[in-house]
C-alpha cells in the first residue's frame, strides 16, 4: 500500500533499509538532551534503552541527585548527650550559660547531622545492606539508586561540570509557623552565609470597616515601601535581650552554621572523585538551606585542605564578623506577615580585614550577596532589614 508521498510505506521494507532513525542523531545532541533531563533516576532508566545511550549517560556533564529518603542506623549517644545525662540536664559548674546553650543547640541537631553523614558518606550511607557499586560499574538502574548514597551513584559519571543534590528534609527541627532559611557558599572554609528568621509567619488579619484618619500610621509594621537609608551600627539593642529574643537567634545561627559545616565536610569525597566539576550546590526539599560551592571554591578545597572541628563530622569555623538587623513585623506581597524579622549575615572576620573595609564590608553596601540570597517573597523580607538599624556581633571559631 502507498504512503504518503516522501514517507516509507508500511508493511514494506523501507524501515528495515532505512534503520533506526534515532542512530543518526550525533552524540553531541543526545548529550545535550541528557543534560537536559539531568534527573540521575531518569538518566539511569535512559542508560538501560540501548548499548550507545549506556555509554553516553555516563559523559553527561549536569546531574541532579534528589535523595527521597534515607533510613540510619541507630546512632549511639553522642558525647554532648552523655555530658547532659550525667549532669542531671544542668550546665557543668564554672562553664556557664553560653557552654550550656551550646551544647543544646548541638544536641539538637546532632541526630540530623548524623543522619546527613549516611545520606552523603560512601562509606555508610547505603540503606540497605546492597553491595557498594565499584567504580567501573555503568550508572546504575533508577530502582537500586535510591539505595546507594550520591557519592556512590555519581561515581560513574566522568565529565561532571554542575552538580544539584537535594535532601529529603532540612536538618534543622522548628515549629510550625517559624521561619528560618540559610544560604551559605564554602570553599576550603565559609566564605559567607545569609540567615533570615521569623518567630512567626502568618496571614494578615483584614481590618474591621473603619474610615481611615489621613494622619494615622502604624508604626509596628514595616511595609515594602520603606524608602529611608540604613541607620548607623549600633550595638544590640536592650529590647532583645528581653523575652528570650537574642538567645533565639544566637541559637538560629548556630544551627545554621553548624548544619552548614556538617554539609560542606561530608561533600569531601563527591569533590575528591570529580576534578571537572565546576558547580555544586546542595539544597534541601524543605528549603531550609542551601551550600553553593563555584568553580574557584572548588578548586580552592582541592588544594587547600579542610579544616575539621575537634572530632565532629563538619569543617571548623572561622571567627566571625555578623551584621544583624531586626524588624518587629514585616508584611509581605500577599498579605503574608513576619513577626520578630531577623536577618543575620555573616563573613570570615579574616576576610573583612584583609578587605580594608572593616565592617561595613559586610555591610548593607555593595551586599547584593545578602539581597539576592533568597527567591521572593523572602527576597522583599530581606530588602526590607536591610534598611533597618544594623547590629554588629562577633564570634569565636569553633
Sequence with gaps: MEGREGWPRCGGGDWEEEGDQFERLPDAVLLDVFDRIGDVKALGRCALVSRRFHA??????????????????????????????????????????????????????????????????????????????????????????????????LRSFKELRRLRIELPTGELGIEDGVLLKWKADFGSTLGSCVILGASSVSSKPSPPPATPSPTSTDSSVTSLDSSREPDELVNIPDSLYT?????????????????????????????????????????????????????????????????????????????????LWYAPHIELPGGQLLKGATLVAIRPSEDVLKEGGGVEAAGPIGATWISDAFEEPYRSATQVLLKQRTYSLEMNSF
Excluded at 549511639?76 to 540536664?89: D, K, L, Q, V
Excluded at 533565639?248 to 556538617?262: D, G, H, M, Q, Y
Excluded at 569531601?268 to 571537572?276: N, R
Design 56 to 153: 553516553l549517560v555516563p559523559l553527561v556533564d549536569s546531574v541532579f541527585v534528589r535523595v527521597d529518603c534515607v533510613i540510619p542506623d541507630d546512632p549511639a549517644p553522642s558525647s554532648a548527650g552523655r555530658e547532659e545525662a550525667a549532669e542531671g540536664g544542668q550546665p557543668t559548674r564554672g562553664r556557664g550559660a553560653l557552654a550550656h546553650l551550646a551544647r543544646l543547640v548541638l544536641g539538637s541537631i546532632v541526630r540530623p547531622i548524623q543522619a546527613l553523614g549516611q545520606i552523603l558518606s560512601p562509606a555508610t550511607a547505603t540503606v540497605s545492606r546492597r553491595s557498594v557499586v565499584p567504580p567501573s560499574t555503568p550508572p546504575p538502574t533508577a530502582g537500586d539508586i535510591s539505595h546507594h548514597s550520591p557519592s556512590e551513584v
Design 243 to 323: 523575652n528570650g529574643g537574642l538567645k533565639l537567634r544566637v541559637v538560629w545561627t548556630i544551627s545554621s552554621l553548624i548544619a552548614a559545616s556538617a554539609r560542606h565536610y561530608l561533600l569531601q569525597p563527591i569533590i575528591a572523585d570529580h576534578s571537572t566539576l565546576e558547580s555544586l550546590d546542595l539544597t534541601d526539599a524543605d528549603g531550609q538551606g542551601v551550600l553553593t560551592m563555584d568553580k574557584r571554591q572548588l578548586q580552592e578545597l582541592r588544594v587547600r585542605p579542610v579544616s575539621t572541628s575537634g572530632n565532629s563530622h563538619r569543617t571548623l569555623m572561622p571567627a566571625l564578623s555578623m551584621r
